[in-house]
C-alpha cells in the first residue's frame, strides 16, 4: 500500500492481512489520530487507521533488522506477535480519545484489551493462529513482562509507536520538527539477552529523536489552540452528561448514549462510536434547548474557540474575579473559565530509560551520556481558557505579567 | 499557517482571513477533498477547507508574479476578487460529492453561488468591500467573461483549483505522480491584452503539469477501487431514495432529508449537510429493517466494498445472466450489479487551450507545439462492480479476456 | 552509509565493501555524473563514484524483491556478479566522458573491460572470488547472453543504472522532472523462464519513469548551455591535439598526454587521469601561447560558453555567411562556428523493449500497451553555437524564423 | 536558477547577476564547500558557488520579508549592499579551505577583502554603483559597524550565511541533521532601533535552528574521518613546504608555488588556485621522489585515510610510544602521528548573542529563555589520528578505556 510517510507498506503475512481488514480495525479510519488539532493545523486529518498501518510498517522493518543483524525474532510466531501487536495496539481508541477519557473516566488501553479478547471477528482471526494467541497479545499490552523485547518495541521511550507517530504528525501538519533518521535509528538497535538496547555509537541519532519529540510537544501537541478546542469538548461532553443526569431533555445518538450510560457498555456498542457519531451529535446540540450546549456545539463547529491565556506566574489570575466578569457577561463559569496545566513530557530515565551498549558490552543510561538529554525533564505550563469575547473585559483579572496569546493563526 | 504543500499560507488582508472563518467555509473541513478515496489510500484524509487554502496560496503567488512581471492586477479589488475566488470557488461542494450529485441531480457549483449570494455571514463579509463584491465574485465564477484573467486563473485547464489538488491528493495519497515544479508554472504565466498565456520557453514545464494530471486520473482519482465504493455510497443513498418514496419506514438525519426533500431546501439547511451526518445516517442504515439498506451500508462502513472488473470489451459480458445470478445470490441486481463508463479527460483544444507565447509574440496551442499533449485524448474505460461473493460465481458470464482485477490492496 | 537519493546504502557482503575501496573506483570521485552540466545547474556536482554506489544499492533493493518472490538469484555467486556489475558498470568513465570520446575516439566501455580485467588491485580482489569471476563480469557488461537476466538489470531500457541517475540527477540539478516511484517499479519486475518483465498492471508506473527519462532529457541532459559547454570543451581538446600534430609548443600535464598519444595507453595510465588533471590543463592553457587555444581556455574557466541558437528548418542558416562573419569578427570558425544535432532518444522498440506480462501470462510490448509511451520515437533539434559577441552580427544569416536563445540562466 | 535547496534563485537586480558572471565567483565553482567532507559523504560535493547563491537568496527572502514588516531597507543601495555582501561574502575562500591557512597562516577574510577592493572585473562591477560601493562591502564584511543590521544578517549566529550552509550541507550528505524550518525562520526576524531581532513567540524555531547546528557539527563537520582526512592534507602541505625550504627537489603546480612563496602572491595569482590545481599537485606528489610526500598523497587520493581514535581520557596515551612504534615501521612520527582537539561550538552569549523581543518590547537573551539552549557550550574532543597499519601494533599505547572508531563507513 502507498503510505505518504513511509512510501510503502507491505504485507507478506496474511494474517496481518486479515487482521486489517476487520470491522474494530477499519472503524479506526473514522477517528483522527490528533483529536481536534485539525483546528489548529488543517493538514492533521490523518487518521488512527493510518498510525495503525504505519506502527505495523516500522516493526516490520526493525525485525528485518533485528533477524539480520541479531538473529531475532527466531521463530514465526514472536514475529507475528509483534506486528499483531503494533497494529492493533491502538484498536480501542474512541474519537477525542483523551478528552473523553477525562469526562468519562475511562481509558482507552483497557478498551484495547477488551476488543482484541471480544471483538467477534478480531477474535475469530487470532485464533486461526492458536488459542493464546489472542492473550499473549493483551499480555504483551499490558507489559505484564513475558515478552520483554516485544514489549518495549510496543511501548516504551523508543517504540514502533512514538516512530510511527512522530513522522506522521511532522508530515501532515507541515511541520519539520518531528523529523529524524528512522531508518538510521532502526539501525542503531541491538539486542543482547533478549532485551533491545541502542548503539552507543548511534548517541546523536536517539538524541535527534528525543528532540523531536520535544518539539512536537511544544509546538503541537500541546498547541494552545488545540487544548482550547480539547476543554472546548471537554465543556460539551460534560454539559451533555450534567443535562442528562438532570434529566434534562438532550437528544443523544445511540452509539453515544450507550457508552455514556452509568452502566457503560460492551464491545460491540463501543466500536460503533467514531467521530462522525459525535459530529453529527454537534449538530444536534447546535439546535438544542439548553443554551449553553448550543452555544459550545456551535462554537466547537464553526471553531469559535475559547482563546488561551498563557501564565507563567498562576498566583496572579484572580480566577473569583473572571468568575464573576463570566457571569455578569452571560456565560456559565463553570463552561467557560477553565484552566489547564499542561505537562510536556521529559526524558524519563526511571524504568523506562533508554540504554546504549557500547562495542565493548559497556551499558550506560541515555541521560548519562547527553547533557542535552538532561534538560529533557517535565515541565509544566499553566493556561487558562475563556471566550474570546471575555478578554477585553477581563484584563485587570489577568495578572499584569500575563502575556495574552491569541492564536488564530499557527 | 504552517501547510504540508505549500509550507506556509500567509494571510496579508484581513478580508481574506474574515472569509477562512465563516462557518460557511470552516464546513468545508468536514468534507474530504477526494470524497471516498480514502478508502483505497489511506492518506487521502485531506479536506476541501485545506484544498482551499491552498488554492487561495497559489492564487497569491500567481498574482504575486504577475504583478511583478506584467503589473496586473492594477488595482486592489481585483486582487481581492481574484484571492476571494479563489478561496470560495468549492463553497458549495457537499460529503461524496460526485455521487451525491449523480443521485439527486443537484450541481456543487449551483450551491457555490447560493452560499456566496444567501449565506448571512459570507454575504456580509464581502459586502463588507463594496456591495458588488459578491455578485462580481458569482460572475466569475460562472465565466460570464467580465474578468477573463481572473476567470482563467479559477477555471481553465491551468488555473490554481488543479494546481494546487494536484500536488495535494499526490502528498496526500503518497504517490509521486502528481508532482510538477508549481514555482517555475507559475513564473511560465505571462499576460498579454488581459488574457493569460503561458510562455513558450516553458513547453516541457506545462507538459510535465498535464502529464501529472493523467497519471492522477489513472491512478487515482479513477482507481477502480475508488470508484466501486462511490458506486456503493450511490446505491445506498438510491436505496434511501426508493425507500422514501415508497413511504417505507428509514431513519434519515434531519439535515439530509432535507436536502432529498423533492422541493429541495435552503442554504441554511445546505450547510449543515456534511460528511460525518452522512456517515452517521450509514451508522443508522447498518441497522435498518430494509436489509439490502442494511447490508449496503455495513459494507461501506466496514469497507467490504463492490470488487472492480474492468472489460476491455464490453460486449463479451453476459448482463442478463449476472443479473440472474445475483437473484440467484439473493443480491438484487439493481443494487448490486452495476456498469460504469470512467472517462480519462485529455488535454482540450477547444475553446479551454492553453496558449504558448513566444517571445515575439506569436501565439501557439500547446497541442500543437506538443506531440505528448496531442495523446492526452479522452479515453474511455468499461467497468463492472459486482460483490466480490459473485465472483467465482459469475466466472462464465463476464468475458473471457476479461481481467478480474480485485484491488484489494493500492 | 548515508545517501542523498537513497537515504542508506547497505553492504552486507564484504566483497563489495572491498570493491569500493579499490583506487581505480576512488578514482570516479573526481569524476562528475554529468560532465559539464554543472555549469547550467550549479547542483549537479555529483560524482560517478555516487551513482556507481547508487547502482549498486538500487541492484540489491532489486535482488531483494526478486528473491523474495521469484526464488532468483539462487546462488549467492550470480547475486555477486550482478552486485558487483552493477557497481562497476561505469569504471572505464574518463573526465567529460562523452566529449573526449568523441574527439579521441576512444570508448568508455573498452576501458571498463580493461579496467576490469587488467587494474591490478580490482583483478585481485575479484579474483579472490573464483579465477572466472572477472571474466564473467566482462561477459555480463559485453552482454554476450550468457546471463540475461543480469545483463537485463545492468543494461537495458530498465535498468538499475538508469534508475538511479535519474533520480540522482534529478535531485541535483534541483528539478522534479526525473522523479518517479522507485520503491514500485522495483516491486513490478517479475521473473519467467529466467528473463525479467514487467507486471502488466504497472503499466502506468513504467510510463512515468519513461516519461520522466523524456524531461530529464529535453530539460537537463540536452539543456543547449550544455551541449554548448561540451562543443567548447570539445574544441579545446581539437586544439590542442592539432597543436601537438602540427608539434607547436604545448604543455600537456603527462597523464593526458599519454592517452591523447596516437599509440594509446595502458590501464595504469588511464586511471590517473580525471576532472582535476584536464582542469588543472585549462589553467595552462588559459596561459598558452597560442591564442585560441587561451582563449577557449579562459572561456570555459570563467564561463563565457557559446551561445545556442535552436532553428527548426536549419536549411535558413548560411553557414558559409556565419564562418566569414566570424573570420572578419577574428574567430577561427573551425573552433568558434560549430553545428551539431541532439537526438532526444525515444522508446526503442527493438531488441531492448520492455515487455509486460499480465496475471495470465501474456506478454505484450509497452509500446503497444501504451499510447504515450508510442509518442516517445526519438527526435533530433539542430543547433548552432557562436560567441555571443557574433550573435548580433549574425543575425541576418541566422535565418528569419529562428529562435535565438540565449539561455544563461537555466 | 533552480536550486536543489531553495528550489529558485531569482535574479531581479543586474548587478547581481552581473557579479556572479565575474571570473572570481566563478572560480568558486571550482571549491568545494565542506572541503575533504566527501571522502565520508559521498554526496558533498557541493561548492561554495553554490552556497554563495544560496545565501543571496535566503537573503533576498530576509530582506522581502523585513520590507513588508518593517519597512527595511529603506533605499536601494542598502539592498544592494545586503545582497552583495551575501553573493561576495566566501569570495576569498581557497581549496581545502581551512587546512591551508592552519598550514600558511593565511586567512581566506582578508582574501576575501583584497579580491572585492582588487580583483578588476569585480571591482569595476561595483564601481558601477558608485564608488564607495565595493569599500561599504569591505566594511560590512569587516564588520566595522557602519551597517549594524546587513552586518548581523551577514555575520552572527543567525545570519545568511548559516541558513544556507546548513540546509545545504545537510541535504548533499543525506543527513536530515540541519534541516529546519526557514520560511518560519526567516518570518520570525523583525527590526527595531536598526537592530535585528527574533520575535519571542518564535522561540522553539530558533532552537530546532540552534540544535540543527549542533547535529550537523557532531554529525557531519566534526566527523572523525573527514578530521582524519584533513589533518592528511595539512601533513602533505606540511611536507611540500618543509621540502621547498630544505630545497629538495619537488615539483608544484606555477599557481600553487606563488602563493606558498614566503613574499605571498597577489590576488591575480590567488584566484587560480582551485581545488583542481590542488588534485593535480596530489597526483604528481604521488609519483615524487620523496618517499614521504609519495605516500601521503598516494593516500590521498585512493582514501587510504588516517584511522582516528577518540579518547576520553587523553592522559592514557602514551604519545611517545606511538612515536616509537611509528619510527619501528617506518613511519616518520611528525607526518604520521597526530593529535587533534575538535571544539563543537556553543551558543556564544557574548556579544553576537541572539535577542528576542516580546511583542511588548521586552528584550531577552535566548539563553535565558531556553534551558536547552544554555545546554549549548562549546565542548572538546581528544582524537588521535595514526595509518590503520599501526592500530594493532600500537594497542597498549592507546589507553585502555579508549574507543578506537575505524569509521570507514559513514
Known amino acids: 500500500m502507498k503510505d505518504p510517510v513511509h512510501d510503502e507498506i507491505l504485507f507478506d503475512d496474511s494474517l496481518l492481512w486479515d487482521l486489517v481488514n476487520v470491522p474494530a480495525v477499519q472503524r479506526l479510519r473514522r477517528i483522527r489520530q490528533l483529536g481536534t488539532s485539525y483546528l489548529t493545523f488543517h493538514g492533521a486529518e490523518h487518521t488512527r487507521f493510518a498510525h495503525s498501518l504505519g506502527a505495523y510498517e516500522t516493526m516490520r522493518?526493525?525485525?528485518y533488522h533485528l533477524q539480520r543483524e541479531c538473529g531475532w525474532p527466531k521463530d514465526r510466531r514472536d514475529e507475528r506477535l509483534a506486528l499483531s501487536a503494533a497494529l492493533l495496539h491502538d484498536v480501542g481508541h474512541g474519537p477525542f480519545s483523551h478528552t473523553f477519557e477525562s469526562v468519562l473516566g475511562i481509558h482507552h488501553e483497557e478498551w484495547t484489551y477488551r476488543i482484541i479478547l471480544e471483538d467477534y471477528e478480531l477474535r475469530k482471526t487470532l485464533d486461526g493462529v492458536d488459542s493464546d494467541f489472542a492473550l499473549d497479545l493483551v499480555s504483551i499490552l499490558r507489559k505484564e513482562g513475558r515478552f520483554p523485547a516485544i514489549e518495549a518495541l510496543i511501548s516504551s521511550q523508543l517504540d514502533v509507536d512514538r516512530m510511527d507517530y512522530m513522522l506522521r504528525d511532522a508530515q501532515a501538519t507541515g511541520v519539520s520538527y518531528g523529523r529524524f533518521e528512522l531508518a538510521r535509528l532502526i539501525r542503531s538497535l541491538t539486542m543482547t539477552d533478549g532485551r533491545i538496547y541502542v548503539k552507543s555509537s548511534s548517541l546523536h541519532t536517539v538524541e535527534q529523536y528525543l528532540l523531536a519529540r520535544y518539539f512536537m510537544y511544544v509546538q503541537v501537541y500541546l498547541h494552545p489552540v488545540t487544548v482550547g478546542s480539547d476543554v472546548l469538548v471537554?465543556?460539551?461532553?460534560?454539559?451533555?452528561?450534567d443535562l442528562m443526569s438532570e434529566e434534562s431533555r438532550v437528544e443523544v445518538p445511540d452509539a453515544l448514549a450507550r457508552v455514556l450510560a452509568p452502566a457503560?457498555?460492551?464491545?460491540a456498542a463501543y466500536v460503533r462510536l467514531d467521530e462522525a457519531v459525535l459530529v453529527y451529535a454537534f449538530h444536534l446540540w447546535s439546535e438544542a434547548d439548553d443554551a449553553i450546549l448550543r452555544d459550545l456545539s456551535a462554537r466547537f463547529l464553526h471553531r469559535k474557540l475559547f482563546a488561551p491565556v498563557v501564565r507563567e506566574d498562576?498566583?496572579?489570575?484572580?480566577?473569583?474575579?473572571?468568575r464573576t466578569t463570566a457571569k455578569a457577561m452571560g456565560f456559565h463559569p463553570d463552561y467557560y473559565v477553565s484552566q489547564r496545566q499542561c505537562i510536556i513530557p521529559g526524558y524519563d530515565v526511571l524504568g523506562q530509560g533508554i540504554t546504549l551498549i557500547g562495542?565493548?558490552?559497556d551499558m550506560v543510561d541515555l541521560s548519562q551520556a547527553s547533557k542535552l538529554i538532561r534538560t529533557l525533564v517535565p515541565s509544566r505550563e499553566n493556561r487558562l481558557f475563556l471566550p474570546k469575547e471575555m478578554l477585553e473585559e477581563s484584563a485587570g483579572s489577568l495578572?499584569?505579567?500575563a502575556r495574552s496569546i491569541v492564536y488564530s493563526r499557527p
Do not use: C, H, Y
Open 61 to 63: 522493518r526493525v525485525l
Open 234 to 241: 471537554e465543556k460539551i461532553l460534560t454539559r451533555v452528561r
Open 264 to 267: 457503560g457498555t460492551d464491545v
Open 314 to 322: 498562576p498566583s496572579q489570575i484572580d480566577l473569583a474575579a473572571l
Open 359 to 361: 562495542a565493548n558490552g
Open 399 to 401: 495578572g499584569r505579567r
